[in-house]
């Protein structure tokens, strides 16, 4: 099955008094390449969850992976500091009394105090934790690689297209090359003819001439070679396995092929069905970019 390397996914899901999410997208990129990112205090899923991810058959793409927690209730309690509290108290009312000041102590006003509040993070129970969003994380991921598969169909369906239009130019180039010699043999006669005027022409001559020339133009290995490529172009679509890396190489020798036919041709014809076939190729290379 071939997956494409962009894609999406995201699942968010409640665990008592939080709630986990998890969305994760990708773009094209050689190798796998993913990033990880979530509040400080949780770095240590970080390595846990690319090894989800790499678990889920993902081998290639840039990959932004987003996972947030957040608390119902907050995750911190704030607690009063009763020394702090008290000492202060004592303070003002020494204050009030030493200098006559009107005492008008209020919560408030107190609760501006340096060192009045402690703030303490509730604390987690790390294994259940990771748990939980690794179950969040399969349904990220799982949406993820199903996005991936649909959009690597589409990518297959066009590039088997694309493919079997290239068949039909090369098939159409290989019917044109005997006319390629047979005309050159005529235009050849014919000048011969118009040099010689009434001398004999030496048939023999022409058929020797138009052998080289036959023999120049020729195209069948490449035809050939061309079939076995657009074979194994199939085959690699229909493959279980990443293949974008192969399917590169092969794009590369099918081109190699088609530029050596257009080297070999002197017929507008056949200059025309190159060109296209050129064009289409690039087409297909384009979109193999974006195969894992």
Known sequence: MVNSMTGYGRASVTFGDK?????????????????VRCPRLYAFLEEPAKARLKAAGV????????????????????????????????????????????????????????????????????????????????????AFVAMRQTEGSALRADVLAKTDELERMKCAVRERMPLVVSEYREKLLAKMRELLGDRQVDESRILTE???????????????????????????????????????????????????????????TVTKLILDMKAELEKIREQIQNIE
């Open 19 to 35: 709630t986990i999410t998890a969305e994760l997208r990708s773009v094209n990129n050689r190798y796998l390449d993913c990033t």
């Open 210 to 268: 138009a052998a080289i020339v036959a023999d120049r133009v020729a195209t069948d290995e490449e035809t050939v070679r061309l079939e076995s490529h657009f074979t194994q172009l199939r085959a690699l679509l229909d493959s279980n396995e990443p293949v974008g890396r192969k399917l590169d190489f092969l794009v590369q020798e099918i081109h190699r092929e088609i530029n050596t036919i257009g080297s070999k041709a002197s017929d507008l």
């Open 59 to 142: 081998t290639r793409g840039k990959v932004d992976m987003f996972i947030g927690i957040e608390y119902a209730a907050g995750d911190s309690e704030v607690c009063i500091n009763a020394g702090a509290v008290n000492a202060y108290l004592a303070a003002l009312k020494e204050m009030t009394e030493e200098y006559g000041l009107k005492d008008d102590v209020s919560a408030m006003g107190v609760a501006r105090l340096p060192d009045v509040f402690t703030v303490k993070k509730v604390e987690e129970d790390r294994d259940q934790l990771l748990v939980d969003v690794c179950t969040v994380l399969d349904q990220a991921i799982a």
